[in-house]
């Protein structure tokens, strides 16, 4: 797992060592130079939200447009470690409270969850009225706790978002996409801005 770093192609773009804004400005690496998910040695480039499982990296922030881009690694862990409390206290509170209301997560590299109750997402929900939260990537067993869980409530998630290819778009072709594939009728095909 020390080999898996977090994307780092949109860096020229976006750093969130660079954004004093960000709730994890200035964490840089832990004092021993890394992580460690149970036994296993995680990549210094991920970062902590507080649980001791489920690891985070801002991978872009867009105030204008509102969105958000977090890719995580490791284990949600609702039923033991509470992770969407962490998740929703440490990081998306205080991205909400900067306008952001649109997320995506990209989920990869998430192992496993073990849900519990939905009242963090119900309140995530609810604190972004204007906006959404999308899970991309997510592995199948995951979505389907997820599903029967109820949390369709609150995110969007399932077979519609495995798409792979947001590795290869620049992050507001990925915004873009994704708002067409939530409203339709709101975009003409062909007129999704293709950046470069």
């Known amino acids: 797992m020390h080999d898996l770093e977090p994307f780092g192609g949109w860096r020229y773009l976006y750093d969130q060592d660079q954004d004093r804004l960000s709730p994890l400005y200035g964490q840089g690496l832990t004092e021993m130079g890394y992580h460690l998910l149970y036994d ?3 990549h210094p480039n991920w970062d902590s939200m507080g649980s001791e499982t489920l690891y985070v990296k801002i991978l872009y922030i867009d105030d204008h447009l509102g969105f958000a881009v977090i890719e995580m690694i490791g284990e949600w862990n609702d039923a033991i470690g ?21 997320f995506i997560l990209l989920g990869n590299n998430v192992l496993n969850y073990y849900g519990d109750e939905d009242a963090y997402y119900e309140e995530w929900s609810e604190d972004s009225p204007e906006g959404w939260v999308i899970g991309m990537g997510f592995r199948s067993h995951i979505t389907e706790e997820w599903e029967r869980l109820g949390l369709s409530r609150y995110m969007h998630f399932g077979e519609d978002w495995t798409d792979d290819m947001w590795r290869t778009r620049h992050p507001l ?4 996409a994704v708002s067409a594939r939530l409203n339709p009728g709101l ?7 293709q950046l470069r």
């Open 173 to 176: 072709q990925l915004y873009w």
């Open 40 to 42: 296993h040695v995680i």
């Open 187 to 193: 975009y003409i095909p062909g007129e999704i801005p």
């Open 82 to 102: 509470n992770d969407i409390m962490w998740l929703k206290r440490e990081l998306i509170d205080p991205v909400l409270k900067r306008g952001i209301q649109k």
